[in-house]
């Protein structure tokens, strides 16, 4: 209330302010006009008698222009923001009192020269005019000649983005930047100007054009680019070692709301991420509309973005399973506020507890299943392997048993690529899990059994980006396992995505396997991520490494060698053929698991490399080049 009343307070002084300016002017300019028809000369302005006539409609005239004022807006203006728009008005507003007081006063018989209204005309919609870009007009004047108290900028993109933020940060009190120079890939706008900075050249010039103008931060504005082009730019930005920032999302382009505010810092996230993803949204919305959907594991990194997306596309009924409360929670917090009509339910329990599993299934028929309930720390599950064949392994069995068990159409496993070639006991299980829902799916009359395969993602829970962000903010050290060791990355909402594309595909027994675009070195993340916080590595942040933890892979694989890859209609999601096992001994080798899990035996390992023999206990080596890994994924 306290704010409210100082902005309201603030806007009639200014309003106060103008009036009693625009009074000023208004006679000011009749008096002028008067003055120069009769060449300055005083008193014979004074013998002619048509000073008189002004000064006796003066009243009724004054008032009369600042309610014509009032009714064209030029009372609501910003001064900052004054631009060609408001002219425009000052000069219609200023014609139609010239031409409203010659009328009134011919009317009155008081006399004016013929000449009189156009010269008045003209001389007050100069003054306002004036009088309403002074405020801009001192700004400028500001930047201009104490540009040495803001920060020297340069701005990548010399395109209508890049106007705008250009106008903005003249005008905005906020703004502590000066655009020095452009930078823009077009050549026809090379030595050109916009808005009165040059236009120096292409993302070839970005370093030599940062220390010709002495530049310290850099502002990127071209919103409609390509992920591949921004990383590119970005990566040539970020060699400067200027403070990077840039522009928001086209749509806040498109609708003007471009401030100082929305300009953010650079995040690895542009830096990593992928054009991006498309898929076929029409047939999401048709698979999940007025069905009844359970997300096991809903309040985790992949649960709750599933329940976002699922939320938006209309279902019946959304369940959120979790056994943290703290994370079911504020997913379900989220969802009741974004979507404030969507019939949710939120239970707390564990996949492992078959009852309760069973119980779920009884009360809610749910219709499709996203499994996502999952341990997936791999050194966690090291020392810890029989819980994650408990929860991992048999909690998969129970939700996959109640699918089949009370017909779900649709069953979507959250698989990984540690599955394949697993060198650790978690991606062992989540091999398992792959064999179980292939197993299922051979017997299930109605339920469609898949799972879906695919890396890291961006900032998830326990991954490597959040934990490199805490070490940077407590001064480091930044501790990377190996210098060679390289991942797949890809952003939560497009991996969930297309996990839910690739849910429209299932017929069932298959293995979706997701392109998750070029591997990342860690070492040069680890890198980028201090450089983005405007320090250098090994001087001001030092970079520890700290050797591989137990079951980790150099790299991570996305499909092992005997399993074919078919094209589906969405080229990012590829299906593998399920691999031949005898579902007998499957079943043999799970009670033999449970029996052991249960006893939480030291050696089950031994058992779990018995039923996943592509299960190896020490890393695989680094492939002779980086590329392999995307060869596994297209050929």
């Given at each position: 209330m306290g704010i409210s009343k100082r902005i309201n307070t603030k806007k009639l002084v200014r309003v106060v302010a103008l009036i009693l300016g625009d009074l000023v002017l208004v006679n000011l300019a009749q008096f002028l006009a008067l003055y120069v028809r009769f060449e300055f000369s005083m008193s014979t302005l004074r013998e002619s008698g048509f000073l008189d006539s002004i000064v006796r409609f003066a009243p009724a005239y004054s008032l009369m222009c600042i309610l014509i004022f009032a009714l064209f807006g030029l009372y609501n203006s910003l001064w900052a923001y004054v631009s060609l728009k408001?002219?425009?008005?000052?000069?219609?507003?200023s014609a139609l009192a010239g031409l409203l007081q010659y009328i009134f006063m011919s009317m009155l018989k008081l006399p004016l020269p013929r000449s009189f209204p156009a010269m008045n005309i003209l001389l007050l919609a100069f003054f306002i005019v004036?009088?309403?870009?002074?405020?801009r007009l001192i700004r400028t004047i500001q930047q201009e000649y104490g540009y040495e108290r803001r920060v020297r900028t340069m701005l990548i993109g010399a395109g209508a983005a890049g106007d705008m933020v250009i106008r903005e940060l003249s005008t905005s009190p906020?703004?502590?930047?000066r655009i020095v120079c452009i930078i823009d890939d077009d050549r026809k706008k090379h030595g050109m100007h916009l808005a009165g900075v040059p236009v120096v050249g292409g993302r070839d010039r970005i370093a030599e054009a940062a220390a010709q103008f002495r530049v310290s931060e850099i502002i990127f504005a071209i919103p409609s680019c390509t992920h591949s082009q921004r990383r590119e730019i970005l990566t040539l930005c970020q060699r400067t070692g200027c403070l990077i920032k840039t522009l928001p999302g086209l749509v806040d382009i498109a609708n003007g709301r471009v401030t100082v505010q929305k300009l953010r810092k650079v995040d690895i996230e542009d830096l990593?991420?992928?054009?991006s993803v498309s898929v076929n949204s029409g047939e999401i919305g048709e698979h999940i509309q007025d069905k009844t959907v359970l997300v096991t594991g809903g309040g985790g990194s992949i649960g709750s973005e599933l329940c976002r997306q699922v939320a938006k596309n209309r279902p019946?009924?959304?369940i959120i399973f979790d056994i943290y409360e703290n994370n079911a929670y504020a997913i379900q917090q989220e969802l009741l506020r974004t979507c404030p009509g969507l019939d949710l339910a939120v239970l707390i329990g564990s996949v492992r507890d078959k009852q309760r599993v069973r119980q779920i299934f009884e009360t809610y028929r749910p219709q499709i299943v996203y499994h996502a309930a999952a341990h997936k720390h791999v050194p966690l599950m090291e020392d810890s392997p029989n819980e994650a064949v408990k929860?991992?392994?048999?909690?998969?069995?129970?939700?996959?048993?109640?699918a089949m068990d009370y017909g779900v159409e649709t069953f979507v496993l959250i698989s990984s690529d540690k599955a394949v070639n697993p060198t650790n006991?978690?991606?062992a299980t989540k091999r398992i899990c792959e064999m179980i829902i292939q197993m299922f799916a051979r017997r299930a009359e109605k339920t469609r059994f898949v799972g879906v395969r695919f890396g890291n993602v961006l900032g998830s829970n326990g991954s490597v980006i959040p934990l490199f962000r805490r070490q940077i903010e407590t001064g480091g050290p930044v501790t990377v396992t190996h210098r060679d060791i390289i991942r797949y990355f890809m952003t939560i909402p497009e991996a969930v995505s297309l996990v839910m594309q690739a849910g429209v595909y299932a017929k069932g027994g298959e293995i979706f396997v997701l392109d998750m675009g070029d591997p990342v070195r860690i070492d040069d993340l680890a890198r980028k991520m201090i450089r983005l916080s405007g320090l250098e590595p090994d001087v001001d942040i030092q970079i520890v490494y700290t050797g591989l933890r137990p079951g980790e892979k150099l790299y991570e694989e996305l499909l092992m060698s005997e399993e074919g890859l078919e094209k589906t209609a969405n080229n990012l999601i590829f299906v593998g053929h399920p691999n031949g096992f005898s579902d007998e001994e499957l079943?043999?080798?799970?009670?033999?698991?449970?029996?052991?899990?249960?006893?939480n035996a030291p050696d089950i390992a031994d058992e779990i490399a018995a039923i996943v023999k592509t299960y190896h206990r020490e890393a695989a080596p680094l492939p002779e080049h980086s590329g392999e890994e995307k060869v596994l994924i297209h050929n």
């Open positions: 408001e002219a425009v008005h000052t000069g219609e507003a004036v009088e309403r870009f002074a405020y906020q703004s502590h930047n990593l991420g992928r054009d019946g009924k959304l929860n991992n392994v048999f909690g998969t069995f129970n939700v996959a048993q109640a006991v978690m991606g079943e043999k080798a799970l009670d033999r698991l449970y029996a052991l899990c249960q006893d």
